[in-house]
């Protein structure tokens, strides 16, 4: 009797996908006559394949999908605004619904602010048609944007959005606000329990707006009106040129100016 070692090796999820993944080799003899392959050894071993999350500066990942509003391609759906991509973890939850709701009040605010809002999660379309009836219901609003619908993860992956270690179904509540140039200007991760604070989101994009324009840094629980911090790279004996309003020298490395775009 003749006998060929066979080795087979079985991926439990595609490895190319983030997060720690499972191997299985199998060593199989191949009876040569009857053409049968029987397992004998199994070896398994986990491989850690590192997450590489999304940053601050990255180019936020392209993507074509289906949303509420119609097949889109991101990029070209960000034109040259800016963008927020928020995710939920489901349809048909208590936390999301109340978040969907409050964004759809909040859109003349984003509208003023040049700003262009969208939804994902791993629900289907039909699924988020149906809880947009819910959503306007109980929320007193009219969801006026797109909600991405994600069945096959897709962009769930391009943006990390699935943390197996709190949920291995369901996307976290994440937030990026990307600009027009279609780089990440932030991210902020909440877990499921928590419904994000979205004055705080309108907050951010008016520190970005403003200091994408001016050389100025807003400190701690700055709003829109306050007075900014002049940036580091700016001399002091500059400071009359660039900021004519006036400023406060606290420390030499700490100086205060009215918002210049005010
Ligand atoms: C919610 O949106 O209410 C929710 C979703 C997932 C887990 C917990 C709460």
Known sequence: MEFNFVLVHNLKQNVESKGTKSIYWYVRIKDKYKGLCLPILAISFTL???TMSLRLGDIAPDFTAETTEGKINFH???GDKWAI???HPADYTPVCTTELGAVAKYKPEFDKRNVKVIAVSVDPLDSH???VKDINETQNCNVNYPIIADPDRKVAELYDLIHPNANDKFTVRSVFIIGPDKKI???ITYPASTGRNFDEILRVI???QLTANYSVATPANW????DVVVAPAIKTEDIPGRFPKGFKEIKPYLRLTPQPNK
């Not at 709003?223 to 306050?226: I, S, T, Y």
């Open 48 to 50: 850690n394949v590192n």
């Open 85 to 87: 991509l928020f995710s």
């Open 76 to 78: 070209e759906w960000i």
């Open 129 to 131: 048609q149906g809880w």
């Open 223 to 226: 709003k829109d009106g306050e």
């Open 185 to 187: 200007k932030l991210t």
């Open 206 to 208: 008016d520190s970005l």
